[in-house]
């Protein structure tokens, strides 16, 4: 069965830290990459995307990913982060035989003054 | 653009009844809507498909008869939880997609719903 997986659950660091959040797949097909956030009391929002071309791909608010297809992986990168980016963060992925999105678990991310 | 509102954005409710929880897509036509379920600290769990004028498409272990789907037209989906039952508590996610695949989904607020 297919599986998106999120290596940290919960992760706190400083302002100005950078950030790194794992995720991987297990499917060996052609698919389709999401980064989305949740901050708190606000809905998901897509952060970005990845359907084909360039591998490393730049989202709002400083956000970027990088797809390595023979690690299945699309790890979500930020060099400096802020308080603001305090929230919970699901890597999403889709084939298209599989006509659903298969989230990960979820990053809490904590980001302290 | 691309908003999708949810309706209430929370309620409470007796055992026993039932609740209709509405997905709206504001400014664009969504071929397929979809309901999740997110438990607290865990990911979001699909409960359904629905596209306009069709059956929903149910994903395993998910009570059709108890979770009634109906997307009457390409702005509009309902979730109704029939015969609410406290282990129902939960926040329900709708997301709507301009396609009929999956490639990019705008997702709702959400609905708490809490079942007493």
């Known amino acids: 069965a297919q599986s998106v997986s999120q290596h940290n659950h919960h992760v706190i660091l400083s302002e100005a830290a950078s950030l790194e959040l794992g995720c991987n797949y297990s499917?060996?097909?052609?698919?389709?990459l999401f980064w989305y956030v949740q901050y708190p009391g606000q809905h998901l929002q897509l952060l970005l995307k990845?359907?084909?071309?360039?591998?490393l791909v730049k989202g709002i608010k400083g956000f970027e990913a990088e797809f390595i297809k023979s690690k299945f992986s699309f790890n979500l990168r930020k060099p400096s982060v802020q308080w603001s980016d305090t929230a919970e963060y699901f890597c999403?992925?889709?084939?298209?035989?599989?006509?659903?999105?298969?989230f990960g678990a979820g990053t809490q991310v904590v980001v302290t003054p | 653009g691309a908003v999708v509102s949810q309706h209430p954005s929370r309620v409470i409710c007796k055992s026993g009844t039932s609740v209709k929880i509405e997905c709206r897509s504001l400014?664009?036509?969504?071929?397929?809507m979809f309901w999740y379920r997110q438990f607290p600290k865990q990911s979001l769990m699909l409960m359904a498909t629905?596209?306009?004028?069709?059956?929903?498409?149910?994903e395993q272990g998910v009570e059709k008869d108890k979770f009634l789907i109906n997307h009457a037209s390409l702005t509009l989906s309902t979730l109704t939880v029939t015969s609410a039952h406290p282990e129902d508590s939960s926040f329900y996610i709708c997301s709507a997609s301009l396609t009929s695949t999956v490639y990019e989904q705008y997702f709702g607020p959400g609905t708490r719903l809490t079942v007493t």
């Open positions: 499917y060996g097909g052609t698919v389709n």
């Open positions: 400014d664009f036509q969504a071929t397929t």
């Open positions: 990845y359907f084909s071309g360039d591998p």
């Open positions: 629905s596209n306009e004028g069709s059956k929903a498409t149910y």
């Open positions: 999403a992925v889709n084939a298209d035989s599989w006509g659903k999105l298969q």
